[in-house]
């Protein structure tokens, strides 16, 4: 594992854009893994900039995103498919077809997960899986459990999740109680991953997942035992896993 400490956000963005980047460009039709959440938000601010300065393409790139909200519509302001869309896609030369996130709106859930895993076993799995960390080290919507789920499956949210995520909606009546995410062995099939992190609100669930007991009560710690991940965390984020003393790359 490669852990790399960034002096803020910004520098954390553009050095996981730059991780991106560098896959593209060595692999112009790679498949991405995608992420929501606020975290990712700057990395893909940067990947636009790159792109619009000529120094990448998406024409060729497919991507796959971790998960979707149930019931809500791709036009949804709060549904990932329209994150998706605002913070990315609408501004690359991504095409539409090339891109995939689960359909919130499906009527049967177990048809749609299988249909999510068939997208992504049809492209020959995933290359470069991005990942925000819950609080709680969910990773996609992977909720702290017994199991390690395995596929795409809907999950019902935890209550921390729902608190968390009610900042982007109007109420936390309106925050939708289930999702469909893609699995843990999913995830844990990419050939990469990269992990971001930014703030002290990370900082302990950052420590755990990496320097804890590899447990489902902690979803992301399963990530020690991926061959090739790559962690890049702001200061606040790290300050808790640096004490452990870990090897840190400082940039
Ligand atoms: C959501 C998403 C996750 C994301 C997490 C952290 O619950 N499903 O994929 O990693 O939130 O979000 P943030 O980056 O806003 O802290």
Known sequence: MRIYETKDYDSLSRKAANI????????PECVLGLATGSTPIGTYKRLVEMYNDGDLSFKNV???????????????????????QTNLFNHVDIKPENTNVPNGLAENAEEECKRYNDVIKSMGGVDIQLLGLGHNGHIGFNEPADYFPLDTHLVDLTESTIKANKRFFA????????AFTMGIRTIMQAKSILVIASGKDKAEIVCKAFSG????????????LHPDVTLVCDKEAMS??????VEIISL
């Open 20 to 27: 991106i980047a560098a896959k593209v460009i060595s692999n």
């Open 62 to 84: 497919k991507s796959v995103n971790l998960d979707e909200y149930k019931s809500l519509s791709p036009e949804h302001d709060q549904s990932y498919r329209y994150f998706m």
């Open 171 to 178: 109420s936390e009546d309106e925050v939708p109680r289930q």
């Open 213 to 224: 007991p590899v447990t489902p009560n902690v979803p992301a710690s399963i990530l020690q």
């Open 240 to 245: 808790l896993l640096k004490e452990t003393g």
